[in-house]
């Protein structure tokens, strides 16, 4: 049996995707490679990745029917999905709003009447976010929350790929979980994130963007927590219950909001370099705290964050000096 990973060049995908390789599973790997960021950052990845023997990997877009149906039907051993592609970023969606709209929507719409015609679908798992609590102002964040004020083009899409997610769970039965991440860091991370942007401008002694003038909070969630959620959840697929489809939504986040301006004192410590900040207002799209309620992922799946800022930003800055020779 193979499990397909879509994003499997990304950030998550390619940590989920380890992960996977490492228990002995049978890895199909999918990813378009795009230029949003570095795609050399991309390809080490995938040779990290293709030294085991149980990795495949095709490099498609997600919203491409015609490669997606071909995918599906020469790889017939596929039961289970862990859909990490999308395209990512609250501040690029007002570069580029199309880029969302066809790989969040269409691309999960594609997947979803694809994967629907699979001979046995154990479970299809998807990546939402944070970002769909939008205005939302009671913390922290529930799955019990409304979320129908979606602040950014890229909120807007990955709560539409919850709604998608739950028509065809309640039309055809497919086991479905949505998995809100709350800002993922950690080693191999994408470089239009925080974390690392703040590591190379402190490395190159330029001055750092903090927005909001510094009030900003953020349940930082390190990566080998969110791929430890990950796989439990892919383990225990949501059972259809009188007047419910099989489908689920559940917050994947480190419990714990941490002041941005700690978060930065941390990173010094670890570069062992100071900051020159540069403090601006609040950027269109973006809130100023994100706080996840994970109780129902604690009861579930037995979820339990275990990596601090602490240890988990030395480990990124550890990683970074070690892959840029910084």
């Avoid at 992960?19 to 599973?25: F, K, M």
């Avoid at 990546?127 to 979606?150: C, E, H, Q």
């Avoid at 020159?276 to 964050?305: H, K, M, Y």
Wanted: glycine share 8%.
């Amino acid at each position: 049996m193979t499990v397909l990973v879509t994003g499997a060049a990304g950030f998550i995908g390619f940590h989920m995707s380890l992960a996977l390789l490492g228990r002995g599973e049978k890895v199909l790997g999918v990813d378009n490679l795009n230029e949003y960021y570095d795609v050399s950052l991309k390809q080490a990845r995938l040779d990290v990745l293709g030294q085991d023997n149980g990795f495949q990997f095709q490099q498609l877009d997600i919203a491409d029917r015609d490669a997606v149906e071909a995918l599906i039907a020469e790889n017939g051993g596929i039961t289970r999905v862990v859909h990490l592609a999308s395209q990512a970023g609250v501040r690029y969606s007002l570069i580029d709003p199309y880029a969302y709209s066809r790989a969040n929507v269409e691309g999960q719409l594609v997947l979803l009447e694809t994967c629907r015609k699979l001979e046995r679908l154990d479970h299809f798992v998807y990546a939402s976010s944070s970002s769909v609590y939008g205005g939302n102002t009671k913390l922290p964040f529930s799955i019990k929350d409304a979320v129908d004020t979606p602040l950014s083009v890229y909120a807007a899409t990955k709560r539409s790929m919850e709604l998608f997610a739950h028509s065809y769970s309640h039309i055809y039965a497919m086991p479905l979980t949505g998995l809100r991440f709350f800002t993922v860091y950690g080693p191999w991370g994408r470089p239009d994130m925080a974390a690392f942007i703040f590591i190379r401008k402190i490395l190159a002694g330029e001055p750092i963007p903090v927005f909001n003038n510094g009030n900003m909070r953020r349940d930082f969630t390190y990566i080998d927590d969110i791929v430890a959620g990950v796989l439990a959840c892919l383990d225990k697929p949501p059972v259809a219950q009188e007047g419910s489809a099989p489908n689920r939504v559940y917050n994947l986040g480190n419990n714990n909001a941490e002041p941005l301006m700690r978060f930065i004192s941390v990173l010094e410590d670890a570069l062992g370099q100071k900051a020159e900040i540069d403090f601006q207002p609040l950027q269109t799209g973006d809130v100023p705290e994100t706080s996840a309620d994970i109780s129902e992922t604690q009861r579930d799946f037995g979820f339990e964050p275990k990596t601090t800022i602490d240890e988990g930003l030395p480990r990124l800055v550890a990683w970074y000096r070690e892959y840029y020779g910084a």
